[in-house]
Nanobody
Framework: QVQFVESGGGLVQPGGSLRLSCSAS????????MGWYRQAPGKQRELVAR???????VYADSVKGRFSISRDNTKNTVYLQMDSLKPDDKAVYYC???????WGQGTQVTVSA
């Protein structure tokens, strides 16, 4: 079973930046496509960014040009660099592999002046 631990969230002003990290256990990280998801209050969880085993990336239209996903297979970790943050980016951010595994606790991102 793969488990995920997200970190790096916090409170940031509009226009600011955060870098999220997700550490995966289970020994098969290298073989997984990984995604960052977010869930805002009262809304469904949505895919924000995805990176394949071959490092191909996909982004939600709402974050294109502002967010960047990357991975370090030597550390079993996937990252989400978030720049030019907006109040609408406020949410709990989670990582997973195509939603196949149990969800971690997530990390809260709040964008407010």
């Amino acid at each position: 079973q793969v488990q995920f631990v997200e970190s790096g969230g916090g409170l940031v002003q509009p226009g600011g930046s955060l870098r999220l990290s997700c550490s995966a256990s289970g020994g098969i990280f290298t073989f997984l496509s990984m995604g960052w998801y977010r869930q805002a209050p009262g809304k469904q969880r949505e895919l924000v960014a995805r990176i394949s085993r071959g490092l191909s990336t996909v982004y939600a239209d709402s974050v294109k040009g502002r967010f960047s996903i990357s991975r370090d297979n030597t550390k079993n970790t996937v990252y989400l660099q978030m720049d030019s943050l907006k109040p609408d980016d406020k949410a709990v951010y989670y990582c997973n592999s195509d939603s196949r595994y149990s969800w971690g606790q997530g990390t809260q991102v709040t964008v407010s002046a």
